[in-house]
C-alpha cells in the first residue's frame, strides 16, 4: 500500500449540499477500489488557470487515501466518467 494525494474539481453549478454528495461518491470510489481515505479537505472555490466547458470558477478538493498501485487504473476508469468531478489529478507521496 502507497500513500497517494488526488486533487479534484467538482463543477461550481453544484450547490452545497450536492458538493458533499460529489465528495462521499469519490469516496466511495476510492474505497470500493480498496483503498483507505486517510483525510479530505475542501480548499473551496477557485478561479481555473483556463476555462473548462466555458466556466471559470471550480470547487476544489484534496484527498490522501493508501491504495496499491494496480488499482489505481480502476479509479481513474470510474472518475472519468463521473459527471461531476471537470478535472483531477492523482500524484504518489513521497
Do not use: C, H
Not at 487515501?65 to 461531476?84: C, H, P, R, Y
Request: hydrophobic fraction near 40%; charge should be neutral; proline fraction near 2%.
Amino acid at each position: 500500500m502507497k500513500k497517494y494525494e488526488i486533487m479534484y474539481i467538482i463543477n461550481p453549478t453544484i450547490l452545497e449540499e450536492g458538493r458533499d454528495a460529489v465528495v462521499e461518491k469519490v469516496t466511495g470510489i476510492l474505497t470500493a477500489a480498496g483503498a483507505t481515505v486517510a483525510k479530505s479537505e475542501k480548499w473551496g472555490e477557485k478561479k481555473l488557470a483556463y476555462p473548462i466547458d466555458k466556466k471559470k470558477t471550480g470547487f476544489y478538493i484534496l484527498a490522501t487515501f493508501d491504495i496499491d498501485g494496480t488499482q489505481l487504473s480502476a479509479v481513474e476508469g470510474k472518475l472519468n466518467i463521473t459527471e461531476e468531478v471537470m478535472r483531477y489529478i492523482i500524484v504518489k507521496q513521497d
